[in-house]
């Protein structure tokens, strides 16, 4: 049997991006308005899209000697700015430039200069219950009489924006829910659907999210570290709809940098004793996971990097006593600007030790929004590549996430140029291109 790897697709198979793309997000706060404010500027030529691959990202094609390197919106069908339309929801009432203006990332020149256009946009009530978000308390809720009945409510909002738009992806940009583990309602799609009904405490808002997009055959990115799509009922149900699913937890700040430094460390084989990462965080994010059990959900996911990476079993005198804490502090001064300290022990040759140290002054909603934006596209595309659709777990997105989802009993890839690679390397191969392995023998043959 041929699997779809060995499939040797073509760009011609391709469905064409045209039409409007809807974006649809659940939870419209600071990453959220930041991201649509973003795109409504790049649209204006008021600002440029920096940080976002997908915009300002280029692709190497062929050998080094054939200068063929075009950006990559112009080599993959990617839907077009201006053809991207937003919808959302949210349980605080008002309309986006109202949340733009609370979660203070954007000057209010910024803001003003799009006024009217983030105004026209007002997230639709959202799914909550305050179990799995302790520290909110929204007014913009739905209410219905059980699980099944909410997801189905947010179904018909979807149903209502396809009738404004020809193609839907949804990317989860709400708060850091509980820490769930897997039962067995999520073990199977039947158990799943029979567990909206039963009202089951193990499935969360952001299941019922999910679950309603895969349903209408809509793939989903989800920001969060939350279970959400990571269970098998709902990667059942990705297959089955053809409706593409990918990691979780925007890798955005300190991940981000620590998947670029513990490569660098193990492909020189230094050791590292110790890793100790400490943030301080003031926006609404921070004031979520200041509550225990929201920080479990994130910690899962911030601490999970290190050891795949390190692979302590194969390098133990190199990595097997690795200490890897990590700390986030809500503290309200410094609002969406994030401080994130890394102090890490590494040592070298004959055992010697010697000290790294980090401090990332960052804004956390400027690194996320082009994240969000490359998600959306490439999902998009997923969703129109007759090789990439019926996989369910698009692996070759592990590059934006700090918890990327693999097939079960493979390991996930953290390295960020692993993860690069493997984006750019699956683009090629959709597109009918030569893959790029590094070898170069060839050009020193005769
Ligand atoms: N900014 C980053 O760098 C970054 C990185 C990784 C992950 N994240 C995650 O992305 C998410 C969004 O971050 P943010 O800074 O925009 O947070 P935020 O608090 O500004 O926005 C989250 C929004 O979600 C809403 N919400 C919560 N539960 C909801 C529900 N069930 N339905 C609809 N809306 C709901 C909240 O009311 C809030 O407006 C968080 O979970 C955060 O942990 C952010």
Redesign the pocket.
């Known amino acids: 049997m041929s699997t779809p790897e060995a499939a040797s697709p073509t760009a011609a198979s391709i469905t064409p991006a045209t039409g409007k793309l809807g974006i649809m997000i659940?939870?419209?706060?600071?990453?959220?308005t930041t991201l649509i404010a973003g795109v409504e500027a790049v649209r204006r030529g008021l600002a440029k899209p920096i940080g976002s691959t997908t915009q300002m990202g280029t692709i190497r094609l062929g050998k080094r000697t054939d200068e063929r390197t075009p950006l990559i919106k112009d080599f993959a069908p990617l839907a077009h700015l201006d053809d991207l339309v937003f919808t959302g929801?949210?349980?605080?009432g008002g309309n986006l430039y109202d949340a733009a203006k609370h979660?203070q990332v954007l000057d209010r020149d910024q803001l003003e200069e799009i006024r009217p256009f983030l105004e026209s946009i007002e997230p639709m009530p959202?799914?909550?219950d305050q179990h799995y978000?302790k520290r909110?308390n929204?007014t913009s809720v739905k209410q219905g009489k059980n699980k099944c009945d909410l997801a189905n409510q947010i179904r018909n909002d979807i149903a209502a924006f396809k009738t404004k738009t020809d193609r839907q992806v949804m990317i989860w940009?709400?708060?850091?829910e509980i820490f769930l583990e897997q039962t067995p309602a999520h073990q199977t799609l039947a158990a799943f659907e029979k567990a909206l009904v039963d009202d089951d405490p193990s499935i969360s808002?952001s299941m019922l999210y999910a679950w309603a997009a895969l349903k209408e055959g809509i793939p989903f990115a989800n920001?969060?570290p939350n279970l959400t799509v990571d269970i098998p009922a709902l990667r059942e149900l990705s297959r089955k709809r053809n409706a593409p699913v990918c990691g979780k937890?925007?890798k955005?700040?300190q991940t981000f940098i620590k998947t670029v430094l513990a490569p660098a460390f193990k492909t020189r084989m230094l050791g590292v004793a110790g890793w100790y990462s400490t943030n301080i965080l003031g926006?609404?994010?921070g004031e979520?996971l200041d509550d225990p059990e929201s920080f479990k959900t994130?910690e899962e996911s911030k601490l999970g990097v290190l050891d795949i990476i390190l692979q302590p079993e194969l390098y133990p005198d190199l990595y097997k006593d690795l200490y890897h804490k990590v700390r986030i502090n809500y503290y309200p001064p410094r609002g969406d600007n994030k401080e994130g300290w890394d102090n890490i022990d590494i040592f070298g040759w004959l055992g010697y030790p010697m000290q790294l140290k980090v401090d990332f002054l960052c804004r956390?909603?400027i690194?996320?929004a082009p994240l969000a934006l490359d998600l959306c596209l490439f999902l998009d595309l997923a969703a129109r590549t007759p090789s990439l659709r019926g996989l369910g777990i698009q692996e070759w997105l592990s590059f934006y996430f700090k918890a990327p989802d693999s097939a079960p009993g493979v390991y996930p890839e953290h390295d960020l140029f692993i993860q690069s690679m493997k984006l750019k390397n699956t683009l090629r191969h959709i597109m009918g291109e030569d893959l790029i392995t590094h070898l170069g023998l060839d050009y020193y043959g005769e």
């Open positions: 659940p939870g419209m706060g600071a990453v959220a929801w949210d349980i605080f979660a959202g799914v909550f978000v909110l929204g940009c709400g708060s850091t808002p920001g969060a937890d925007f955005t700040g926006n609404r994010d979520v994130k956390d909603s690194l996320a």
